[in-house]
């Protein structure tokens, strides 16, 4: 979403996890993903890309230029990669030979109850930090987005309205449909695809 917001243009190659290509592991011997190759180095996080895009092209101010909202969004995200996704983790990779791990979800309810509380203060249409999207809005929807679709059932009917109508408007816009395009799993013989 980063690269495409910063209107960056790159190739794209689909990989399959199961069967990673020698280039992806020559790219990064860590093998997962993302990757983004660029001329002068390769950087293999997705918050390494994030940053790098928007130090690239900024052009709606996802990053506040007020350091104290800087540091709100800098650990908040921080808090949902390193506290809450464990959680999310642990109840979406639960064996399904023993059902959900409801102890995860009830876990992970800490950030939700956070999330809700933020996007009430900025009510009604509300991002994490105020009227319009922000840094920590993309960056922890993806892990939001995981955990409603773990019990998608669950999730509507859990108690946190506004943060549903927040995923919802992040699941509708334009920016994340773009990106949501599938490609084809990429072979080394195959044409760029750039996107």
């Known amino acids: 979403m980063a ?38 180095q390769t950087l293999d996080e997705s918050m390494a890309i994030v940053k790098w895009a928007l130090a690239q092209n900024d052009p709606q101010g996802w990053c506040s230029e007020e350091p104290e909202v800087r540091v709100q969004m800098d650990q908040m995200i921080e808090d949902c990669e390193h506290r809450f996704k464990p959680h999310l983790d642990a109840y979406k990779y639960a064996p399904r030979s023993q059902g959900l791990n409801l102890q995860a979800r009830d876990d992970a309810l800490w950030f939700l109850r956070r999330l809700e509380q933020r996007l009430n203060s900025f009510a009604p249409r509300a991002y994490l930090f105020g009227n319009q999207l922000s840094l920590a809005d ?31 408007m992040m699941l509708d816009s334009c920016l994340f449909n773009e990106v949501m395009k599938k490609y084809p799993q990429w072979q080394p013989q195959d044409a760029p695809i750039v996107g």
């Open 138 to 168: 993309v960056c922890i929807f993806p892990f939001v987005r995981q955990f409603a679709f773990v019990d998608k059932l669950w999730f509507d009917q859990c108690g946190y309205p506004a943060l549903q109508q927040w995923l919802q």
């Open 3 to 40: 690269l495409r917001y910063a209107t960056i243009r790159c190739v794209m190659r689909e990989v399959r996890l199961q069967d990673k290509p020698d280039a992806l592991l020559a790219a990064s011997p860590k093998g997962t993903v993302p990757v983004l190759l660029l001329p002068e």
